[in-house]
């Protein structure tokens, strides 16, 4: 019972254009989400993250939108760069527990 | 400042072997997390150490698994005896207090053959 899906496996853009990662959830005790990038043969690395008490949050070309009552959230990077080619996770914990649930993850490469 | 570290990085045995794996947490970090994925799967929460107290062992996957963290540093996470289906990618991250700031070390690639 996966509880955090990303649908696509992969996702191939243009340099400079936007990349728009899709996330979904299906249980509604999740409270926070999270972005992960991961590059290979490294460890996950912290990207941006929403509490469930906003639908928008922005740090720099990255922009995290969620839509609570569509369990739906989404990982905005504008302009991409050859830099963001990399394996992102969405994952998502219910508020006080630390624990993350993490989806499948997408696979991002940028086109120069 | 030095991040999580593991150890090792690679560990080839045969099914029935035992295998330790270690964990070094950033210094400070109370909260330390061990999070396993089988190949092209999610990653998989295991369990969750506040100092050296389980917090939360909810993903553990049988008693074949054993974690500990003496003196609330560095963790171990032992398997014995190993599956064929243990093998994944098992990674260990640390954080100070808040979800956001788990910091994850490289991961120890395991197969068992």
């Known amino acids: 019972d996966q509880q955090v899906k990303q649908n696509s496996p992969s996702l191939s853009v243009q340099e400079g254009r936007i990349s728009i990662l899709n996330c979904d959830y299906t249980?509604?005790?999740?409270?926070?989400f999270l972005w992960y990038k991961k590059y290979p043969a490294e460890g996950p690395t912290f990207l941006i993250s929403?509490?469930?008490?906003?639908d928008k949050n922005e740090d720099g070309r990255f922009t995290v939108f969620l839509n609570k009552s569509a369990k739906h959230l989404s990982l905005h990077i504008v302009p991409s760069q050859p830099g963001d080619s990399a394996v992102y996770f969405c994952?998502?914990?219910?508020?006080?527990?630390?624990?993350?649930?993490f989806g499948t993850g997408t696979r991002l490469t940028i086109i120069p | 400042e030095a991040g999580v570290t593991q150890f090792p990085s690679h560990s080839v045995i045969e099914k029935g072997q035992t295998v330790t794996l270690r964990c070094d947490p950033i210094s400070g970090h109370d909260n330390l997390y061990w999070y396993r994925r089988v190949m092209g799967k999610e990653i998989k929460f295991l369990l969750h150490?506040?100092?050296?107290?389980?917090?939360?062992e909810s993903g553990m996957p049988n008693n074949r698994f054993l974690a500990e963290r003496t003196g609330g540093t560095y963790s171990t996470l032992k398997v014995q005896p190993a599956e064929l289906e243990d093998s994944g990618v098992y990674f260990c991250a640390s954080s100070q207090e808040m979800v956001e700031t788990q910091y994850f070390g490289p991961g120890t690639r395991l197969l068992v053959l």
């Open positions: 929403i509490s469930s008490i906003k």
């Open positions: 249980n509604s005790m999740f409270d926070y």
């Open positions: 150490f506040v100092k050296e107290s389980k917090q939360d």
């Open positions: 994952a998502a914990s219910p508020f006080g527990n630390e624990k993350l649930t």
